[in-house]
């Protein structure tokens, strides 16, 4: 490196920097105005995100205004006022110059020559621009300046490097053409129509179905306002987030702790073991689906766990006697003594329910047993294990979450002796559990919540 | 190798606002106690060490005389750090050293006791003394250091049109992917490093950038250090994530970040960072714009231009629309240099009369940009150029003198269809636009006491003269 940290003598010269004369200054009025933007979302580094580009958005139209006021400029219905979108895609697209998609970008006082941008806004048709713009935003010194353009193809040509997972491109700064006047020529005489933009391609209803599970799954996470979520999701999911409303819609409501209903959840295990129902599964409404189990102390399944094909257990309460078939009382009664050899008793007035999943060809049994604990208060026992005779697989895991946090995540070990997992959840009878299962594969499935409500 | 009188001479302004050196004879008998003759043979930092110790005692009259060796030190570095910055700025940007010095030069030169209750307003030089930490650096690094982020004086130099980027706007622009890519690749930081200063970026955004959307006041943008609270609002993040992570908690416990005043620390260090990068970035650019001839440097002229294809079609097109050019450069002189006065009229500042007069007195009565200052009071040739803004009336009188051309012929009337296409036609008419935009350049450049001749300038007297008779 041609530079040395150590000999910081020229640098202090260049600590300053003359103010170029066609900067914008911004009045205290856009400033405030910017900040109110940033409020329509949680996420505080989202936030400064979405302030900076509103600053770019107002310096540039003024900048727009004072160059070429005739120009029409449609900013009404862009990124920024999309809250849902904003949160997801770092700059202010779906602008419109002159008839001409537009996108800017805020640069920041660092001087980066390297630019992040947003796989979004060159990858996705509904976000993709034909001229992207390149707008300083001094936030400090509240001046913007418009530095520079280029066009989709010229941007898309000078990728640095792909990183697959990653949601943006870096691209060189010196990519960009630097000559301002220019732009406003291209702005004002360039035919629309003639600079290319990418193909819309439809989302396949089996990712989208997918990806709704994952999310169901991830909430926690995605909730927590401390937490990227460029770190949660990949790039790919993001991008499927990005072209379907529902699941925007749904990632906004639950990171302004506004808890939506799971997404999809009548999907549940089914696209797994028939693909040809998929289609017909991911033309539903999307209703969501919540099992109440508080119905199976009335001895009745309820609809919505007969659909997703659970099985009501006889009751408990006759010591098991009442369960006819001799491989399910087997499994069953051994897990339960070596639970309460663990100190787990299982309440007289328990009731329970199992169903079996299908996943690779291996079939797993999760038994769910629920019973109140007082008047407010309800215990849910969930055990996993496998059909009779069928060795549970290594790495099976089973995971339970609340509406904020992961309440327990067991998993197989080649060291244990069990061939089951359990976990044991108590919740008031507001509250719903996710339950999420995978067998080892690193597929997890998650499945439709639990509620109490007898 | 230091100099006596920088630790016996005291710089301080008198009520006139001059600039005074005032002998300290304590301090210089002081000195000569200290360190007999041998001063001159010592390095800066030694010298500074040896006092510093002398202050930190708790004997009176050794301790106070010590300071005020200091203290002429420092009166002398914020009086070099201000005559820096007038030498490299004050000139185009119209100030000069005296202008600077009333904000940093706060030091009234008399003894008093510290931490007496009757101590005036801290001044700077006893702020520096509280805070600095001589291992680290000299004494000549922390008063630079200070003055350069000293708010009123960014402010005021902010106002003349040169500015500096504080560490903290630097840390609130920069991502933890940047901060990862530039710690690794250009200052080749341990793997360890890198993770705890991503780790504390992200505390520093979760508290300081949150709390600067926050921010009622909107008066004086300029980003302070952050405070005790935030500070300690980092520590506890970084604690409350430790808990959470297992990797963080590596870094956590690797570190000292668990208190205020090593997270300051660690913050000013990476900020550093990334400013040194931020320098090379910018390619030691000195960003020393010459504003002597601003209106020299103008982009119209400086594309080569390549003849479409089609070089006698282009020709014919021009001979027979030369005629036009005078028509289409009055109506663009008008519609921009009009929605510029119609753009100023509604802005705050109510500067549309300024504007006029000042083009009036470039184009009209020959004056240059410094000259044109006094009658518009303004400050400097800064101000003017800023104000007048003639490199971007010139492209845009040129952009709407092109779009009238064409519009006026049906073969070119169609949009174009590529952007190499668009720049083609464009060379070919731009030959003939910046021929005249040119010649308005050029005149410009030299001394001149008279009307402008160029027909840019005689047509924009000719608007000036329409709309102040209209």
Not at chain 2, 73 to 86: N, T
Request: aromatic content about 8%; hydrophobic content about 40%.
């Amino acid at each position: 490196m041609m530079f040395s940290p150590s000999n910081p003598g020229p640098s202090d010269r260049q600590d300053w920097t003359v103010l170029p004369l066609d900067t914008v200054t911004l009045s205290n009025a856009d400033i405030e105005n910017a900040v109110q933007v940033s409020q329509a979302i949680s996420k505080p580094d989202r936030q400064w995100q979405i302030y900076r580009h509103a600053l770019a958005l107002s310096g540039f139209k003024q900048w727009l205004r004072s160059r070429s006021p005739r120009f029409p400029l449609h900013a009404e219905t862009c990124s920024l006022y999309q809250p849902a979108i904003a949160s997801l895609v770092e700059s202010v697209c779906q602008l419109s110059v002159n008839n001409m998609k537009v996108c800017l970008l805020a640069l920041g006082c660092l001087d980066d020559p390297i630019l992040s941008i947003p796989r979004a806004v060159l990858d996705l048709s509904d976000y993709a621009a034909q001229i992207y713009i390149l707008v300083d935003v001094l936030e400090e010194h509240q001046q913007v300046q418009v530095v520079g353009y280029g066009t989709h193809s010229q941007l898309m040509s000078q990728i640095i490097e792909r990183n697959p997972t990653s949601w943006t491109y870096d691209i060189a700064k010196a990519t960009f053409t630097t000559d301002v006047d220019s732009l406003l020529l291209i702005l004002e005489r360039l035919d629309p129509n003639s600079v290319p933009l990418p193909q819309a391609v439809g989302v396949e209803t089996n990712a989208i179905a997918i990806l709704s599970q994952r999310l169901n799954q991830l909430w926690p996470r995605l909730r927590d306002p401390e937490f990227p979520l460029e770190d949660v999701l990949s790039w790919q999911e993001a991008a499927i987030i990005l072209q379907c409303v529902e699941q925007q819609n749904w990632l906004y409501q639950l990171q302004m702790g506004r808890e939506p209903l799971p997404l999809r959840p009548v999907f549940e295990d089914k696209y797994q073991s028939s693909a040809q129902n998929i289609e017909s599964i991911a033309a539903q409404p999307l209703a969501p689906s919540i099992v109440n189990a508080g119905q199976w102390l009335q001895n009745q399944l309820g609809q919505i766990a007969q659909d997703l094909e659970w099985v009501l257990m006889p009751s408990l309460s006759l010591g098991f006697r009442g369960l006819r078939s001799a491989s399910l009382v087997d499994n069953f009664e051994t897990v339960v003594a070596s639970l309460n050899a663990d100190g787990i008793a299982i309440s007289p007035h328990a009731q329970g329910a199992y169903k079996d999943i299908v996943q690779n060809e291996l079939t797993l049994r999760l038994y769910a047993i629920i019973w109140p604990l007082d008047k407010n208060e309800w215990v849910l026992l969930l055990i996993l294990g496998t059909t009779p005779g069928t060795p549970a697989p290594m790495g099976m895991r089973l995971t339970v979450y609340d509406q904020s946090q992961c309440l327990a995540d067991r998993q197989l070990s080649a060291t244990s002796s069990d061939g089951y997992l359990y976990a044991q959840v108590v919740g008031d009878r507001q509250e719903c559990f996710w339950v999420v299962i995978d067998n080892g594969s690193g597929h997890p499935i998650a499945l439709a919540p639990f509620s109490f409500d007898d | 190798m230091a100099v006596v009188s920088h630790y016996s001479q005291m710089i301080t302004l008198n009520m006139g606002g001059q600039r005074q050196r005032r002998q300290v004879t304590e301090a210089a008998d002081f000195l000569g106690q200290i360190f007999g003759n041998g001063l001159t043979d010592l390095p800066n930092r030694d010298v500074q060490w040896t006092l510093w110790k002398q202050m930190q005692t708790q004997s009176a009259p050794e301790s106070l005389l010590a300071e005020i060796c200091l203290r002429c030190f420092i009166s002398y570095q914020i009086d070099q750090a201000c005559a820096q910055l007038a030498d490299q700025f004050g000139h185009n940007h119209g100030f000069t050293q005296l202008d600077l010095l009333p904000y940093v030069l706060s030091d009234d030169g008399r003894f008093y006791r510290k931490s007496s209750t009757q101590t005036p307003n801290v001044s700077l030089a006893t702020d520096i003394l509280n805070t600095i930490d001589l291992e680290r650096a000299g004494l000549g690094h922390w008063v630079t250091q200070r003055v350069k982020q000293h708010s009123d004086l960014n402010q005021f130099l902010l106002e003349q049109g040169v500015y500096r980027v504080s560490d903290w706007a630097i840390l609130n622009d920069t991502s933890g992917q940047q901060l990862r890519r530039i710690l690794t690749e250009f200052h080749t930081l341990s793997q360890m490093e890198i993770e705890t200063n991503a780790y504390l970026l992200t505390a520093y955004h979760q508290v300081y950038r949150s709390d600067r959307l926050k921010l009622k006041k909107r008066q004086g943008r300029l980003c302070s250090p952050p405070s005790t609270d935030q500070l300690q609002r980092m520590v506890a993040f970084m604690e409350r994530k430790t808990l959470s992570r297992a990797s963080a908690s590596l870094v956590y416990q690797s570190n000292t970040l668990n208190n205020p005043v090593n997270v300051m620390k660690s913050l000013r260090q990476l900020a550093d960072y990334l400013r040194q990068y931020r320098i090379y970035a910018r390619g030691g650019r000195t960003d020393n714009v010459s504003l002597n001839t601003p209106e020299g440097q103008v982009s119209v002229g400086d594309k080569t231009a390549e003849l479409p294809p089609d070089e006698d079609a282009a020709d014919t097109f021009l001979a027979q629309y030369r005629v036009q050019l005078k028509i289409c450069l009055d109506q663009a002189i008008a519609e921009v240099v009009g929605d510029r006065i119609s753009q100023l009229q509604k802005s705050k500042k109510g500067n549309a009369d300024q504007f006029v007069q000042g083009l009036h007195l470039f184009h009209c009565c020959g004056m240059s940009m410094g000259e044109i200052a006094k009658p518009l009071k303004l400050k400097a040739q800064y101000q003017v150029t800023r104000l007048l803004k003639l490199k971007e009336i010139r492209a845009d009188v040129r952009r709407a003198v092109l779009a009238k051309l064409c519009a006026s012929v049906e073969k070119l009337a169609s949009s174009y269809v590529d952007i190499a296409q668009l720049q083609q036609m464009d060379s070919a008419l731009e030959e003939q636009v910046n021929a005249v935009i040119q010649e308005a350049v050029d005149e410009t450049s030299g001394t001149r006491h008279h009307p402008l001749k160029s027909l840019f300038a005689r047509r924009l007297c000719d608007y000036l003269k329409s709309i102040s008779t209209a």
